[in-house]
């Protein structure tokens, strides 16, 4: 039996996000990845079932990063407008300096695979953010709606400034995070 090696690991997942971001799902196959990778395709399935697993794993790893990255230096006893602007501003850090992850939390979102792929894993992630607004509600800092909606309305346009920037068509950078951030917290103030 082969042992597995976290660097090809590593390999593979950069490699499939490379390969996804550049030629789509549909065009993306095992044996592509592997050969982006440095890899033996045999190899790829040393590590992952198929390539459905593959994709699960990858998005699960990269939700992971993202979540650390999100409640890095966050504290559940920190008055909620200060943890909210930490963790708004922490996933702003995430999208500008991992471009390639967070284009391919966008495409993998928008496919139906996620339907079939680590839905209850990846949610579990981010359950501070949910008792964060939920902790707002209760202060009546938030409006009384439910919590998906309010998080739906502060983080994702978020989202698609980040698309609109690298898209080209929004020049967005660090100096407009503060104002991000204060229309993010207006969008759902009480």
């Known amino acids: 039996m082969r ?3 976290d660097n090809k690991t590593e390999a593979i997942f950069e490699a499939t996000i490379q390969l996804l971001n550049e030629i789509g799902f549909a065009e993306t196959s095992m044996s592509k990845i592997a050969k982006r990778a440095g890899v033996s395709a045999a190899t790829i399935y040393v590590y992952f079932q198929n390539k459905e697993d593959m994709l699960g794993k990858l998005y699960l ?4 990063k993202m979540s650390r990255r999100m409640f890095q230096g966050f504290a559940d006893t920190a008055p909620v407008q200060e943890g909210f602007e930490l963790v708004v501003r922490n996933y702003l850090e995430f999208i500008l300096n991992n471009k ?12 139906p695979l996620l339907q079939n792929l680590c839905l209850e894993e990846s949610g579990s992630l981010f359950n501070p953010i949910y008792e964060l607004f939920e902790q ?18 502060a983080m994702f346009p978020l989202a698609q400034l980040a698309k609109d920037h690298y898209n080209g068509t929004f020049p967005f950078d660090r100096s407009k995070m503060s ?10 103030k009480a």
């Open 3 to 5: 042992l597995k090696d």
């Open 61 to 64: 790893n990269v939700k992971q």
């Open 100 to 111: 390639d992850e967070f284009l391919f939390i966008e495409q993998f979102t928008n496919s």
């Open 179 to 188: 104002t991000v951030i204060q229309m993010s917290w207006d969008a759902i």
């Open 136 to 153: 707002g509600k209760r202060q009546g800092l938030f409006k009384q709606e439910d919590t998906r909606l309010l998080i739906t309305y």
